[in-house]
């Protein structure tokens, strides 16, 4: 069964670092697309990365400047590099990924189940 596996969420003070990472776990045949997801109390589900097959980045304006996404095809990881954290920061980070299991098979979307990040002093 293929899965996203998040680690890397916590608590950090405002100005503060940390890492995310979303990690496939089973066999497939190809990585597309990742991208970072968050969700605040009271707020919309936002996407806040995405990174593609090529490498190519596009981050919500909020971010931009402060958080890096990148990627290990290798280890089939993406990794989501947090910097300068902001107290409106503070949410449900999940990662999603595009992925094919084999050649035959369509393009699946695959959710991690999310990771806690709070910006707090």
């Known amino acids: 069964q293929v899965q996203l596996v998040e680690s890397g969420g916590g608590l950090v003070q405002p100005g503060g670092s940390l890492r995310l990472s979303c990690t496939i776990s089973?066999?497939?045949?190809?990585?597309?697309?990742m991208g970072w997801y968050r969700q605040a109390p009271g707020n919309e589900r936002e996407l806040v990365a995405t990174?593609?097959?090529?490498?190519?980045?596009v981050y919500v304006d909020s971010v931009k400047g402060r958080f890096t996404i990148s990627r290990d095809n290798t280890e089939n990881t993406g990794i989501l590099q947090m910097n300068s954290l902001k107290l409106e920061d503070t949410a449900v980070y999940s990662c999603?990924?595009?992925?094919?299991?084999?050649?035959?098979?369509?393009?699946?979307?695959?959710w991690g189940r999310g990771t806690q990040v709070t910006v707090s002093s």
């Open positions: 999603n990924a595009l992925v094919r299991r084999s050649i035959r098979e369509d393009v699946l979307s695959l």
């Open positions: 089973g066999n497939i045949f190809s990585f597309n697309a």
């Open positions: 990174i593609n097959s090529s490498g190519g980045t």
